[in-house]
């Protein structure tokens, strides 16, 4: 099964993919309609031996094209679910093309911020880790604008008041002088 991109097949050459680090993709299980929202690199590191001209070695790091070809998901549950009923079950969509690392972490948490993963058995994630600071969204496109994050609508609680947590107050240390 091949990527999608706007309902055409994704197989972009190196050149295509050169201003690119990655990509916010989407897979659909369709025997049972759930699905995954994960990124993917486009590119990953090589590491040769070069020899410098005063004898010492040292290691190059070199960019080569990444696996996204035959990349399924980190989600154990879901790359059982592909060997299990097979590839031709699923479809795989790239969602979002990003230029930058850290809009690639962006870009895929406000996916699953927005389509709410975390919070019904409909989708195949079971964590969200990401570390994004406000100046790696500076590359953002404008079409992504930051702001459009807050423009879904907030969640409503039925029957009754908002449920509160109890945050325990802090223990007092006390530490004890030394004697002279």
Same mark, same amino acid.
Request: cysteine-free.
């Given at each position: 099964?091949?990527?999608?991109?706007?309902?055409?097949?994704? &197989?972009? $050459?190196?050149?295509?993919?050169?201003?690119?680090?990655?990509?916010?993709?989407?897979?659909?299980? =369709?025997?049972?309609? #759930?699905? !995954?929202?994960?990124?993917?690199?486009?590119?990953?590191?090589?590491?040769?031996?070069?020899?410098?001209?005063?004898?010492?070695? #040292?290691?190059?790091? !070199?960019? &080569?094209? $990444?696996? !996204?070809?035959? !990349?399924?998901? $980190?989600?154990?549950? =879901?790359?059982?679910?592909?060997? #299990?009923?097979?590839?031709? /079950?699923?479809?795989?969509?790239?969602? /979002?093309?990003?230029?930058?690392?850290?809009?690639?972490?962006?870009?895929?948490?406000? %996916?699953?911020?927005?389509? %709410? &993963?975390?919070?019904?058995?409909?989708?195949?994630?079971?964590?969200?880790?990401? #570390?994004?600071?406000? $100046? /790696?969204?500076?590359? =953002?496109?404008?079409?992504?604008?930051? /702001?459009?994050?807050?423009?879904?609508?907030?969640?409503?609680?039925?029957?009754?008041?908002?449920?509160?947590?109890?945050?325990?107050?802090?223990?007092?240390?006390?530490?004890?002088?030394?004697?002279?």
């Amino acid at each position: 099964m091949t990527w999608t991109y706007n309902n055409n097949p994704f &197989v972009p $050459s190196e050149a295509e993919m050169q201003p690119f680090v990655g990509f916010v993709y989407l897979i659909t299980n =369709l025997t049972n309609g #759930r699905k !995954y929202i994960g990124k993917k690199n486009l590119w990953m590191p090589k590491y040769k031996m070069e020899t410098l001209k005063n004898g010492n070695k #040292r290691r190059k790091k !070199y960019m &080569v094209p $990444s696996d !996204y070809h035959n !990349y399924w998901s $980190s989600s154990v549950e =879901l790359v059982a679910d592909v060997k #299990r009923i097979g590839e031709q /079950h699923f479809t795989r969509e790239v969602l /979002h093309l990003a230029e930058a690392p850290g809009v690639l972490s962006y870009l895929e948490l406000k %996916e699953q911020i927005l389509r %709410e &993963v975390l919070e019904t058995d409909e989708y195949y994630n079971g964590i969200i880790q990401v #570390r994004v600071n406000k $100046s /790696h969204l500076t590359r =953002l496109p404008k079409t992504q604008s930051v /702001h459009k994050l807050f423009d879904a609508p907030l969640p409503v609680y039925v029957g009754g008041e908002i449920p509160l947590v109890k945050v325990p107050k802090p223990r007092k240390t006390v530490t004890k002088r030394a004697k002279k």
